[in-house]
T-cell receptor, first 112, second 111 residues
Framework: EADIYQTPRYLVIGTGKKITLECSQTMGHDKMYWYQQDPGMELHLIHYSYGVNSTEKGDLSSESTVSRIRTEHFPLTLESARPSHTSQYLC???????????FGQGTRLTVV | QQQVKQSPQSLIVQKGGISIINCAYENTAFDYFPWYQQFPGKGPALLIAIRPDVSEKKEGRFTISFNKSAKQFSLHIMDSQPGDSATYFCAALYRDDKIIFGKGTRLHILP
C-alpha cells in the first residue's frame, strides 16, 4: 500500500495569492516528483528531487518553486497564482533501483 | 523531443474485445518499461512493467509485448471490461533517471 499524501485535494483561490501544495510520503523514498496534468491528459514533469537539498526543474517550464528539506516532504509553492496555473498537480515518489513510481491523488487547483 | 511516443490518443472497444495500445521509444539505454493506469480523480498507478531481457509479460488479462529491435512495446487487454475504462500511460526510464511518460491513451470500453 503506497503512502503518499497530497493536500489540499481541491483549492479555489484568487489571482495574486500565494499558495503551497503539500506532498508527503511515508515510504522513505529519495526520489520525488511534481507533475502538472489537465484532466485525463499528458503528464508534464515540472520539478523533481533526488534527495534532501536536491531539486531540479522538469521538462515543462513552471513559475512554481519546490523545496526538499526533509526526505518525506516535497512542497510546491506558487508566489502569485494566475488563472493559467489552473490545473491538476500530482506528486509522486520512487526508490532508487525500483522503477515504480507511487502517485498521490492530486490537488486540483482553480485560480479565479 | 518526445522520447516515448504513444498511440492511439483515444480508443473505443466493445466489451469482451481486445484493447491494444502501442508505444515506441528512441533511447536504447532505457531498461524499464512500465504501464500506468489512471482513473478520473485519481493519480496514475502501476499496472504492469517489463524489462528488455524478455519479450512478453502477462498478468491476468494484461500483457506487455516487447520488441527490442523495433524499439516498440505494447499493452494488450484481453476480454476488455467497462471497468478497464481509464487513461493508460506507457513510460520508460534508464537506471535511476527520471521517468519518461507517453502522452496517454483514453480507453473507453462499451458495455
Amino acid at each position: 500500500e503506497a503512502d503518499i499524501y497530497q493536500t489540499p485535494r481541491y483549492l479555489v483561490i484568487g489571482t495574486g495569492k500565494k499558495i503551497t501544495l503539500e506532498c508527503s510520503q511515508t515510504m522513505g523514498h529519495d526520489k520525488m516528483y511534481w507533475y502538472q496534468q489537465d484532466p485525463g491528459m499528458e503528464l508534464h514533469l515540472i520539478h523533481y528531487s533526488y534527495g534532501v537539498n536536491s531539486t531540479e526543474k522538469g521538462d515543462l517550464s513552471s513559475e512554481s518553486t519546490v523545496s526538499r528539506i526533509r526526505t518525506e516532504h516535497f512542497p510546491l509553492t506558487l508566489e502569485s497564482a494566475r488563472p493559467s496555473h489552473t490545473s491538476q498537480y500530482l506528486c509522486a515518489s520512487s526508490e532508487y533501483g525500483q522503477g515504480e513510481a507511487f502517485f498521490g491523488q492530486g490537488t486540483r487547483l482553480t485560480v479565479v | 523531443q518526445q522520447q516515448v511516443k504513444q498511440s492511439p490518443q483515444s480508443l473505443i472497444v466493445q466489451k469482451g474485445g481486445i484493447s491494444i495500445i502501442n508505444c515506441a521509444y528512441e533511447n536504447t539505454a532505457f531498461d524499464y518499461f512500465p504501464w500506468y493506469q489512471q482513473f478520473p480523480g485519481k493519480g496514475p498507478a502501476l499496472l504492469i512493467a517489463i524489462r528488455p531481457d524478455v519479450s512478453e509479460k502477462k498478468e491476468g488479462r494484461f500483457t506487455i509485448s516487447f520488441n527490442k529491435s523495433a524499439k516498440q512495446f505494447s499493452l494488450h487487454i484481453m476480454d476488455s471490461q467497462p471497468g478497464d475504462s481509464a487513461t493508460y500511460f506507457c513510460a520508460a526510464l534508464y537506471r535511476d533517471d527520471k521517468i519518461i511518460f507517453g502522452k496517454g491513451t483514453r480507453l473507453h470500453i462499451l458495455p
